[in-house]
């Protein structure tokens, strides 16, 4: 009876003790100190990252990362799979008048556990999970664009458009780059990596920070409710800029 005794008071500790990871990893206490410097965190559902279960291309995998539950309240959004040789993927700071809401296609290297971490105006990051399962290679597999004949004549051409929905409008993007990211023998660091969106009368809308685990012809979709022409501005490691107006 004594021995019971010590297991009823010990469970309610493990309960009510550190969070519990909805996709539960190695890896997180060390991203916890490396990306969010050991900040307050809750993993939270509100949070939405949707990837497939199953990664079919590596090298194209579509992302959404919708944190519009936290709408007015965030200050950036980073994202992140944790076991990528280069896990970052994009540090997003959206502003008044886009919503919390991204899509992205990026690089998988084999299965692993995905997070977006959403910090709020209170400074307390909010968490979100999921897995994908891979084959593998998405992150070493030679560039495609780099086998097209006269490829470098189209680079930084930015296809898309915008597409009216009932209280916003949705802006999706397609830049031509090989968005190179050094782990290909003889083949340098060559990517994109820094963006604006900005509005009509030049205010600045939203800011990115792209990584290496981005995919190659890098596909961008955000959610807009300012009105009127919207402006990308985008940058490469190699110092190059890149701009495209959406009507």
Not at 5 to 11: A, P, R, T
Request: overall charge negative.
């Amino acid at each position: 009876m004594r021995l019971r005794g010590v297991w009823i008071c010990w469970l309610p500790m493990l309960a009510w003790g550190a969070p519990v990871d909805p996709v539960p990893s190695v890896m997180w206490d060390y991203y916890h100190q490396r990306f969010l410097d050991n900040a307050p965190f809750v993993f939270d559902a509100r949070v939405k990252l949707l990837a497939p279960p199953f990664a079919e291309d590596a090298r194209q995998v579509p992302l959404e990362i919708d944190a519009r539950a936290f709408k007015g309240e965030v200050v950036k959004i980073l994202a992140w799979a944790e076991l990528n040789p280069l896990p970052k993927i994009v540090d997003f700071q959206p502003r008044e008048g886009v919503l919390p809401w991204l899509s992205i296609r990026i690089r998988i290297e084999q299965a692993t556990p995905l997070r977006a971490a959403v910090l709020t105006r209170d400074g307390l990051w909010h968490v979100g999970s999921t897995l994908i399962d891979a084959a593998g290679g998405g992150c070493t597999a030679p560039s495609v664009v780099r086998t097209q004949a006269g490829w470098e004549e189209h680079l930084g051409e930015v296809f898309g458009g915008r597409y009216p929905r009932a209280e916003f409008s949705r802006v999706k993007l397609q830049v031509a780059h090989p968005m190179d990211n050094g782990m290909v023998s003889g083949i340098p660091e060559f990517f994109i990596n820094t963006a604006e969106l900005r509005g009509a009368d030049g205010q600045l809308l939203a800011t990115l920070e792209l990584f290496p685990a981005v995919s190659e012809n890098p596909s961008l979709a955000f959610d807009i409710q300012a009105t009127g022409p919207t402006r990308l501005t985008l940058r490469d490691t190699s110092g190059s800029q890149f701009e495209a107006a959406i009507p």
